[in-house]
């Protein structure tokens, strides 16, 4: 429903409110543009899906002096329209469930996984006006659902009736709660500096010096935690490929495996996106620049603070693939060892370091 | 700070490599350039040979088949030349041993065909090749025959073996005379490789006269 606020949308949703008002009652109304609002944000999400997963190949390729996707896309953007036909080949595969499967849980995990990162996107600020739904506790919110994809995971593996699958999940589970605690001490040493839990007012609350200045150290542990939350390549253990095949992913073909990825790419755009909005700024310009921003028209300023926004998600994501290229991976027991001997206790001296800092700054 | 030099290591190289080219080539869209003196396949061509058949002779896995007739009067004639890539070694022991360069080992990486009899490359094939690759056989100047006379004991078998009959022996009184006429002679080798008693070497071509041995 927030779209709407945005000088963008705004005349579009009062002209549709004015047609189609009289035709299907106000409340039918409402709920039909919230249901296309929606799809917009999973359509942004989506492209940006898509983006992402050709960077993440074609800066990997670059990284290891190879080229990566060349053929499929438009020219200068050269295998940008690779995920598509990767995708619609994975849509057209059979749909096929193992017969030792448990059929329902297969089926939820996957789901689950997807609708947890797709859930967490509609509370992103994505630029101004440019939030799905506002809320007072948005970021317990995203906190909450962001531990609902360890459960997807964990469902995937236990259903499928592989080991492989079943190592995997657990091993997902294992990882993903050790690092649940860092990542919530780092956001909540934030959410103390701006005084909320409005991940929106976080975001602007930074309008002066961005958290990354004031909490290096809670900046340097979230990428952490996010590279572990995430399963990539220095924490990509439920996935070793050298070990465990493909980790919960063992068993899944066809869509399932496509929901898979997608999930995955979700959550890797989504966690650049909320680090970008607890650390970076969200998507304002720091030192008080966003004053410059007014002086445009109002659609145009909410134009640039979408891409300001972008390319700041697109620097984060950045780092994340050259990680990935460069890094080796962890041993499980190095993960949990690093995860509560080193990074709990440091993420416990950033909760005091933010707290000094607060006192400093009041 | 040892820590983080050991963490920000392996950061350098992935990102120097990112601002560099890649090394992959397109295959079919761009091409390596091959090397000169690259041996690849054999290339034959008919306007130096003399169809002494060292190729075929030479070929481990007799993949040269020649086909020719000597006439009565010495001459010989081809037919029909051979080569089946699908047998082919790629040894270059045929470009070894051919004494006038009719046979070399040729550049082209793409030999492929849709049948195996395709692969069986005839004289016209390899006009065609050649033509294709630009290829221009040089012209044997290289090597000729000639005798160290002190060692002859008059056998006869350069005389019989010399596919082109550059050698003969006439018989003055008690003498006999071994006579090799360097116009004829191509320099294919194959009498010094029959030579029981190493009489004969090979030289350059320019040195070589007109050559008379007595024994």
């Not at chain 1, 983006?51 to 060349?70: A, D, H, S, Y």
């Not at chain 1, 962001?146 to 997807?152: D, I, N, R, T």
């Not at chain 1, 259903?159 to 190592?167: D, E, P, R, T, V």
């Not at chain 2, 002494?52 to 037919?79: L, S």
């Amino acid at each position: 429903m927030s779209w709407y606020e945005s000088p963008i949308l705004q005349p579009v949703y009062v002209k549709a409110m004015e047609v189609l008002g009289p035709i299907i009652g106000r409340t039918g109304a409402q709920l039909l543009l919230s249901l296309i609002e929606s799809i917009l944000i999973i359509a942004l999400i989506f492209i940006n899906v898509l983006i992402i997963v050709w960077l993440e190949r074609k800066i990997l390729g670059r990284m290891m002096n190879r080229r990566g996707p060349v053929y499929a896309g438009p020219p200068l953007l050269w295998g940008l329209f690779q995920a598509i036909a990767d995708f619609l080949k994975l849509m057209t595969k059979e749909f096929f469930i193992p017969r030792r499967a448990d059929r329902l849980t297969y089926i939820i995990g996957p789901a689950l996984v997807v609708f947890a990162g797709l859930a967490i996107g509609l509370m992103v600020p994505f630029g101004e006006g440019f939030v799905g739904l506002k809320n007072e506790a948005s970021l317990i919110y995203i906190i909450a659902l962001a531990s609902l994809e360890p459960m997807g995971v964990m469902l995937c593996g236990l259903s499928a009736n592989n080991k492989f699958s079943l190592m995997g999940g657990m091993r997902a589970a294992a990882q993903m709660i050790s690092y649940e605690l860092p990542a919530v001490l780092v956001l909540i040493s934030a959410a103390l500096l701006a005084g909320s839990v409005d991940i929106l007012e976080i975001a602007e609350s930074q309008s002066q010096i961005w958290y990354v200045a004031i909490l290096p150290l809670g900046a340097l542990l979230y990428l952490i935690t996010v590279l572990a939350e995430l399963e990539r390549t220095p924490f990509d253990i439920p996935e070793a490929e050298s070990e465990l095949v493909a980790g919960f992913m063992t068993e899944y073909g066809g869509m399932f495996y496509g929901m898979l990825m997608a999930a995955h790419y979700i959550s890797v755009f989504v966690t650049s996106a909320l680090f970008v909005a607890v650390f970076l700024g969200g998507y304002g310009l720091p030192f008080g620049l966003n004053a410059a921003l007014e002086m445009l028209p109002p659609a145009l300023a909410s134009l640039t603070t979408l891409l300001i926004f972008h390319v700041k998600v697109y620097i984060v994501v950045f780092l994340l693939i050259w990680i990935r290229a460069a890094y080796f991976r962890f041993r499980i027991d190095q993960l949990l060892e690093l995860g509560w001997k080193r990074l709990f206790p440091l993420s416990l001296l950033n909760l005091v370091w933010a707290i000094a800092a607060l006192g400093v700054l009041s | 700070m040892k820590v983080i030099k050991k963490l920000a290591g392996p950061l350098v190289v992935p990102l120097s490599y990112f601002f560099q080219r890649p090394i992959t080539v397109q295959y079919p869209d761009e091409r390596l350039v091959v090397p000169k003196g690259y041996r690849g396949h054999p290339l034959f061509t008919l306007e130096n040979c003399i169809a002494c058949r060292a190729c075929e002779r030479a070929c481990p896995v007799n993949t040269i088949q020649i086909d020719m007739e000597i006439k009565p009067d010495g001459r010989r004639i081809m037919y029909g030349y051979y080569l089946d890539l699908g047998r082919c070694l790629f040894c270059g022991f045929c470009a070894d041993a051919c004494p006038t360069g009719a046979i070399v080992m040729g550049p082209k990486l793409e030999l492929m065909e849709w049948k195996r009899e395709e692969l069986v490359y005839d004289i016209r094939k390899f006009q065609k090749l050649k033509k294709e690759l630009r290829w221009k056989p040089e012209k044997p100047v290289k090597r000729s025959a000639c005798a160290h006379p002190e060692n002859c004991i008059g056998c006869m078998f350069c005389v019989e073996t010399c596919p082109v009959n550059a050698i003969s022996v006439t018989t003055v009184g008690d003498e006999r005379v071994l006579r090799i006429d360097p116009t004829v002679c191509s320099g294919c080798g194959m009498c010094v490789k029959n030579c029981p008693t190493f009489a004969l070497t090979m030289t350059e071509y320019a040195e070589t006269e007109y050559s008379e041995y007595e024994r």
